[in-house]
DNA sequence: GCGATCAGCT
DNA sequence: CACAGCTGATCGC
């Protein structure tokens, strides 16, 4: 299978000078870049996308500065022993040359696959289309892999799952295990080898049952050469096993992919994020305005812990529930449970997958057994006040009232802000639910700290930006960070 | 019958 | 609003 195998140089003619692919687009000045985003709606969803990596801020040098790096896994609280449990796996990691090299045509181009979907309603339209959720389609609505998820210069690919065999990508990287990133991944996935940390390893074997060939566990912070490209995972403190993703190119440009992430202090020590000035930023972008203003992780911990502590001095007999997802949020029941003494109750499935972390202080605290124990973990979805008044009538014989809390970054209220005590929960019965705003994403501040300790050359945001609107207000936004003064350059810099 | 995927919904 | 799914319907095997 031979294909045009294109030598570097031919490639580069086709990418603009940040490594983009070049599309039928008049690359002009903001003013009518603005008017193109309103008046353009015939234009290719692709192609708007494209634009909207074009247009990014740009900024000077930054200054370097050698930090001592703190231990990574503070910010999840913890002193574990986690490298007790690392799969042993060498720096030597072999690749094989399974596909093509990287593919820059058009999008339209890119949709064609070997076996053709066929669905009986959809037979005049050749065009792309846009999906409500923002998924481009091709012909046979075989979902467009968009830009912002390849990465220019390099045969890789973050999150990039639901695509079919994206043209070119010899390496797939998971940022993280949530749905909306692994989406696309099964049983059958043999597109090319997966590259993630160990905890997103063992949840992609785990629950998707993915050939084990494919998936190639590495290290936190830990270099690895893959294609020609040094690659280091970073804690991306998202949900355990999330990364962010550190790339250095043969050439000098540093690109750094987020995936899901939420900034914090703690990163402007790591190392590689002092030492290397970043080209690229690839940006969590959820919480990208200032309405989304949320208290840190530990005040909000706090916070339940001291409701937590009211109710059940008011009443013994109440049973605490935490709504979660899949993986996340851990801290909040793992945080009553060490502040009460408790064990934590989760079902069966959920007990394999938080196992899975390895993490021995939550391990440990587990239990089977709902009637033992007054702290119980459920999906989020069931904290309703139906299913919790179904939920308590199991357990009538233990508990005669339920405190519940939904943990989640979007219960920001423009009055509440940061203010906790001004959270008011909702109560029916002998049910009580509080919404806590306990995010796994940055809040607005937090987002701009980063970026401005960060300082890149581009961004591109990687959520909300299906709409034209949304990008140009984040696009405002990275402007202004990055035009700071050299006057506050220095203002946080120190000899550490 | 089953796994994968999609629209719609929260 | 939009997180990170969930549910039910449909498709392909």
């Not at 990287?173 to 059958?188: C, E, I, Q």
């Not at 001095?313 to 949020?329: D, F, N």
């Not at 179904?390 to 357990?395: I, R």
Request: charged content about 25%; proline content about 5%; glycine content about 6%.
């Amino acid at each position: 299978m031979e294909f045009l195998a294109e030598e570097e140089p031919s490639i580069s003619e086709k990418l603009d000078e940040n490594g983009f692919p070049f599309l039928p687009l008049s690359d002009e000045d903001e003013e009518v870049e603005a008017n193109l985003s309103i008046s353009s709606s015939s234009e290719s969803f692709a192609s708007d996308f494209y634009r909207s990596g074009t247009d990014w801020s740009r900024l000077t040098e930054k200054s370097g500065k050698n930090f001592v790096q703190k231990d990574l896994f503070q910010m999840w609280g913890l002193k574990t022993d986690w490298s007790r449990l690392k799969e042993k796996s060498g720096n030597d990691l072999v690749q094989k040359d399974l596909f093509q090299m990287w593919g820059l045509k058009k999008p339209e181009e890119l949709t064609t696959r070997a076996s053709s979907k066929k669905r009986p309603n959809d037979g005049s339209q050749a065009e792309s289309k846009v999906t409500k959720k923002g998924n481009v389609f091709g012909h046979n609505r075989q979902r467009v892999c968009p830009f912002y998820k390849k990465i220019p210069g390099t045969p890789f690919t973050v999150d990039a799952f639901s695509y079919g065999p994206v043209e070119g990508c010899k390496a797939y990287f998971l940022s993280h295990f949530h749905l909306d990133h692994y989406g696309g991944l099964s049983k059958g996935w043999s597109h090319g080898p997966i590259y993630c940390t160990h905890i997103t390893a063992r949840l992609v074997r785990m629950c998707l049952s993915v050939n084990p060939l494919f998936i190639h566990p590495l290290e936190i912070d830990t270099e690895y050469v893959i294609e020609g490209i040094k690659v280091t995972m970073l804690e991306a403190n998202h949900c355990p096993g999330a990364a962010l993703i550190h790339l250095l190119l043969g050439d000098g440009r540093c690109y750094l992919h987020t995936g899901d992430f939420r900034a914090c202090k703690l990163m402007h020590s790591y190392p590689l994020l002092l030492n290397h000035h970043v080209n690229v930023l690839y940006l969590d972008t959820t919480y990208c305005n200032p309405k989304y203003t949320f208290p840190s992780k530990e005040d909000v911990l706090d916070f339940v812990v001291r409701i937590t502590r009211n109710h059940l001095a008011m009443q013994p007999r109440t049973l605490i529930i935490v709504g979660a997802y899949s993986i996340g949020k851990e801290q909040v029941y793992l945080a009553i449970s060490e502040a009460l003494g408790v064990q934590i109750h989760a079902n069966a499935s959920r007990r394999r997958i938080l196992v899975s972390f390895g993490w021995s202080e939550l391990s440990g605290r587990l239990s089977s057994q709902g009637h033992l124990t007054p702290l119980h973990v459920v999906p989020i979805s069931s904290l309703r006040f139906e299913s919790l008044d179904q939920y308590l009538e199991t357990y009538k014989d233990q508990f005669s009232a339920v405190l519940a809390f939904r943990p989640t970054g979007w219960t920001y209220s423009e009055s509440v802000g940061s203010r906790l005590d001004l959270i008011k929960p909702r109560s029916k019965g002998k049910v009580t639910i509080y919404g806590v705003p306990y995010s796994e994403h940055s809040s607005f501040l937090e987002l701009r700290e980063f970026v401005k300790f960060l300082r890149p050359d581009k961004i591109i945001p990687t959520v909300n930006i299906g709409n034209a609107a949304n990008r140009d207000e984040m696009h405002s936004f990275f402007r202004e960070w990055l035009k700071t003064k050299d006057s506050e350059l220095n203002s946080h810099s120190s000899n550490g």
